[in-house]
């Protein structure tokens, strides 16, 4: 078995600022990470909120570094950001002053791929997800799932090896949420891409993933991988009412339980400290 | 090819949304105008019935009667020629300093949070006040009212052009980040276009106070220009010339602004909500 990616030991910090005057402290947001993703698999990667998965899709997409450790793409270290790698991020992050036909270009021009071939190739993965007839709509003219739409045919577009999906569908409404969902596995099927998909939704991550990474609250670790055994979920009716399905639902939501009250706790504590610092210092003092 | 059948499909969808109903768009332009009608009105009758003195505001009719007098004997357009050349001259200097000059500020970030203040400070120095300086340096020819322009047009534009490229949605920056572009091609492909708008509210602003300034410059020490021509007039007892004067200015202002906000319309159309 090689390896797609390759997340080794890696550990990340941020110097952080409670509230003005106070001295900045080291706030360790991945401790230890570690990951191996395979060709063409579909990797899900949950963990309560602030556990740190953005961070960790920031480092994979390399535009950050690591404190230690190591991030590989096919054994290769990641450098930078690069066209080998594609990013969907859930706020779509579309340029509002280009059509979808030339957002889905902007990777390619970035590729140096010449005109022609650029607008049938963006055409092509404008039809891939099933827009065709909007290619000259602005993003203000279209919804919430279709603009996630343009984003994921921009990504696919520059045909990257591993796509990074970042909650991508956490801002969409449940249906389109769904619909999503079931084409972004068709979609996955049909050009075999490496997916890394980062959620805080438990059924979307047993739905999704072949392989699903439970995070721990901060500092995030990858607490336990559960796999996830289905053979092909687009045939399945409603894989959501399979007994397997619900069953390892609640495996994950054992695993997550306690993370994510201990993560309300930490934001509880945060907004203590960055809103009434005065108090905890008196408390603390006594 | 199919691009600009659908672009012109969408480009008649927009007529059709604007023109289709005559009735709406007829009641639209009486929205518009009725009540400058009712002050134009208002404008003849109260002279003619002697409610105001006639020498002091003479009746609309005979302020276009001046106007055209003035029309046909070419003051109209000599005076006009020069005002525009002027505050053209200055607003267009303006955009090609201010322009490019912010973008860089607004680039590099500690470099705006020190200059600042200092552009406030400066934008909030009426332009007016320091006419007197400008004359003194400058002397009294086109110099320092082109000068006057556009220090007027300078600092608008300057601190638009800056908050539009600080204000750049840092997703859009980083999401063009992750498809690797250089620093130059993410300057040309996403700042500028993203902060457009936002130095297109400079543009507008340069493009009011570059008239508005200009005509009090004229005021002050010309031979020429609008301003001028009112003040002029206006000593010479030439009352109803005078109002003709006022009137071509406004008339000015409102069709700079009209060209500004279409040329923004065109180029910031994606901008449009739903607002509309």
């Known amino acids: 078995m090689t390896a797609k990616i390759s997340i080794r030991h890696v550990q990340k910090s941020f110097r952080i600022r409670r509230s003005p005057g106070q001295h900045s402290e080291h706030q360790?947001?991945?401790?230890?990470?570690?990951?191996?993703?395979?060709?063409?698999?579909?990797?899900?990667?949950?963990?309560?909120?602030?556990?740190?998965?953005?961070?960790?899709?920031?480092?994979?997409?390399?535009?950050?570094?690591?404190?230690?450790?190591?991030?590989?793409?096919?054994?290769?270290?990641?450098?930078?950001?690069?066209?080998?790698?594609?990013?969907?991020?859930?706020?779509?992050?579309?340029?509002?002053?280009?059509?979808?036909?030339?957002n889905v270009e902007f990777g390619l021009e970035a590729k140096g791929i010449s005109r022609r071939e650029r607008r049938e190739t963006a055409r092509h993965y404008i039809s891939l997800v099933g827009l065709s007839g909007f290619e000259h709509r602005y993003p203000y003219e279209l919804s919430g799932g279709m603009k996630q739409r343009?984003?994921?045919?921009?990504?696919?577009?520059?045909?990257?090896?591993?796509?990074?999906?970042d909650e991508p569908f956490a801002a969409?409404?449940?249906?389109?949420?769904?619909?999503?969902?079931?084409?972004?596995?068709?979609?996955?099927?049909?050009?075999?891409k490496t997916i890394i998909f980062i959620t805080h939704g438990i059924d979307e991550a047993v739905y999704l993933g072949q392989r699903v990474a439970v995070m721990s609250s901060r500092p995030g670790r990858i607490k336990q991988i559960v796999d996830i055994p289905f053979?092909?979920?687009?045939?399945?009716?409603?894989?959501?009412?399979?007994?397997?399905?619900?069953?390892?639902?609640?495996?994950?939501?054992?695993?997550?339980?306690?993370?994510?009250?201990?993560?309300?706790?930490?934001?509880?504590?945060?907004?203590?400290?960055?809103?009434?610092?005065?108090?905890?210092?008196?408390k603390g003092g006594a | 090819m199919a691009g600009g059948r659908g672009e012109t499909l969408i480009l008649q969808e927009k007529k059709s949304l604007n023109w289709g109903w005559p009735l709406?768009?007829?009641?639209?332009?009486?929205?518009?105008?009725?009540?400058?009608?009712?002050?134009?009105?208002?404008?003849?009758?109260?002279?003619?019935?002697?409610?105001?003195?006639t020498t002091f505001l003479p009746p609309v009719t005979e302020v276009a009667a001046a106007w055209w007098q003035l029309l046909l004997s070419g003051d109209l357009a000599e005076h006009m020629g020069a005002s525009l050349a002027r505050s053209m001259g200055g607003f267009?200097?303006?955009?090609?300093?201010?322009?490019?000059?912010?973008?860089?500020?607004?680039?590099?970030?500690?470099?705006?949070?020190?200059?600042?203040?200092l552009l406030e400070l400066m934008r909030n120095t009426a332009a007016l006040a320091i006419l007197p300086v400008f004359i003194l340096l400058l002397g009294l020819g086109e110099t320092s009212k082109v000068a006057i322009v556009l220090y007027a047009c300078l600092f608008p534009l300057l601190l638009n052009t800056i908050s539009g490229v600080k204000n750049v949605d840092p997703l859009l920056i980083k999401s063009a980040r992750s498809m690797g572009l250089s620093p130059v091609s993410l300057f040309r492909k996403v700042i500028i276009p993203a902060s457009l708008p936002t130095i297109f509210v400079g543009i507008r602003q340069a493009g009011a106070s570059s008239i508005l300034v200009l005509v009090a410059a004229e005021m002050v020490g010309a031979t020429s220009g609008l301003g001028y021509l009112i003040q002029y007039s206006q000593f010479s007892f030439l009352i109803p010339q005078m109002y003709a004067g006022i009137i071509t200015i406004s008339v000015i202002g409102v069709i700079l602004n009209f060209l500004l906000v279409n040329l923004e319309k065109r180029l910031t159309g994606w901008k449009q909500s739903y607002r509309e």
């Open chain 1, 172 to 192: 969409l409404d449940a249906q389109t949420r769904e619909t999503l969902q079931s084409e972004l596995l068709r979609i996955w099927e049909a050009t075999g």
């Open chain 2, 92 to 117: 267009l200097l303006a955009i090609l300093i201010s322009i490019p000059l912010g973008l860089a500020i607004g680039w590099w970030k500690p470099v705006s949070e020190y200059l600042n203040p």
């Open chain 1, 231 to 282: 053979q092909s979920r687009r045939n399945e009716e409603d894989l959501r009412s399979n007994p397997e399905f619900v069953r390892l639902r609640h495996e994950i939501w054992e695993l997550l339980k306690d993370e994510v009250s201990r993560a309300q706790e930490q934001e509880k504590q945060k907004t203590l400290d960055s809103f009434g610092g005065k108090e905890t210092l008196l």
């Open chain 1, 28 to 102: 360790h947001a991945l401790s230890d990470i570690h990951l191996e993703v395979r060709q063409g698999e579909f990797m899900v990667i949950v963990g309560p909120s602030g556990c740190g998965k953005s961070t960790l899709l920031d480092l994979l997409a390399g535009l950050t570094r690591p404190d230690s450790g190591q991030l590989l793409l096919d054994g290769k270290e990641i450098a930078g950001p690069d066209l080998d790698r594609g990013i969907v991020f859930q706020q779509y992050a579309l340029f509002p002053w280009k059509t979808a036909l030339a």
């Open chain 2, 24 to 53: 709406a768009q007829l009641r639209k332009a009486i929205k518009n105008s009725i009540v400058i009608l009712a002050m134009l009105v208002i404008w003849e009758a109260a002279p003619r019935a002697g409610l105001v003195n």
């Open chain 1, 150 to 165: 343009v984003a994921i045919a921009r990504s696919l577009a520059y045909d990257p090896e591993v796509l990074l999906m």
